[in-house]
């Protein structure tokens, strides 16, 4: 069964432009979750969509935002890019909600954003 | 507040030589406790979980202990490899789930 598929891998930005990147869940996992990856602040918590519904939001601007299809595919859009958004965006999906026990996430390989 | 802490960024082992992780968590409550591994490059891969109401589960290789007296988790890795290079991350599962800050592994021969 196919794992978790982000695109793009690799992506260069100017400042004040706007990335959209893509996540396909592993097949029948309803939940997928974005997460921030960088050297400095770890893995942070963007947010969660089950069943095309956000459902739970991490402590990032509105610039960040996201949504997921009836086929449960999401996308995440960062607008007015920054220099500090630079960073590893992992996508994850899952059976369940996420914070359900036993409920294992499954991380895709991530889309490397540089903004310049 | 909610916070999962490593106690050592970085920890070198023999080939061979055991390893452990270990991982400080604050929040009581939470009760499913999971380790990944990231390899350069990659996502994090799952390892192996533990639910609350266990005190240790073992894989292929590994053992996870868990003591929620003192709010500790730690991962065990068993004739450490040079494929086992990673960084390990613990994590809890509350509504989402919280990533600790890692712990580089770094096997030697």
């Known amino acids: 069964k196919a794992g978790v598929t982000q695109t793009p891998r690799y992506l260069i930005k100017t400042r004040g432009q706007q990335v959209t990147l893509s996540c396909s869940p592993i097949s029948g996992h309803r939940s997928v979750s974005w997460y921030q990856q960088t050297p400095g602040q770890g893995l942070q918590f963007l947010f969660e969509?089950?069943?095309?519904?956000?459902?739970n939001k991490g402590n990032f601007p509105g610039r960040f935002s996201g949504r997921q299809f009836s086929n449960s595919r999401s996308e995440m859009n960062v607008s007015t890019l920054e220099l500090g958004d630079s960073a590893l965006y992992l996508c994850?999906?899952?059976?369940?909600?996420?914070?359900?026990?036993?409920?294992?996430?499954?991380f895709g390989e991530g889309s490397w954003l540089t903004v310049v | 507040g909610e916070s999962v802490g490593l106690h050592l960024p970085t920890l070198s082992v023999q080939e061979g030589d055991n390893s452990i992780i270990n991982c400080a968590y604050s929040?009581?409550?939470?009760?499913?406790f999971i380790w990944y591994k990231q390899e350069s490059g990659k996502g994090p891969q799952f390892i192996i979980d533990?639910?609350?109401?266990?005190d240790k589960r073992q894989g292929q290789r590994v053992t996870v202990l868990l003591n929620k007296t003192v709010k500790h988790l730690s991962l065990q890795i068993a004739a450490t490899q040079p494929g086992d290079s990673a960084v390990y991350f613990c994590a809890y599962n509350t509504d989402k789930l919280i990533f600790g800050t890692g712990t580089r592994l770094q096997v030697f021969p």
């Open positions: 969509y089950f069943s095309e519904t956000q459902r």
């Open positions: 929040n009581s409550a939470s009760d499913y």
């Open positions: 994850a999906s899952s059976l369940g909600r996420g914070g359900d026990t036993g409920n294992t996430i499954y």
């Open positions: 533990i639910r609350s109401n266990m």
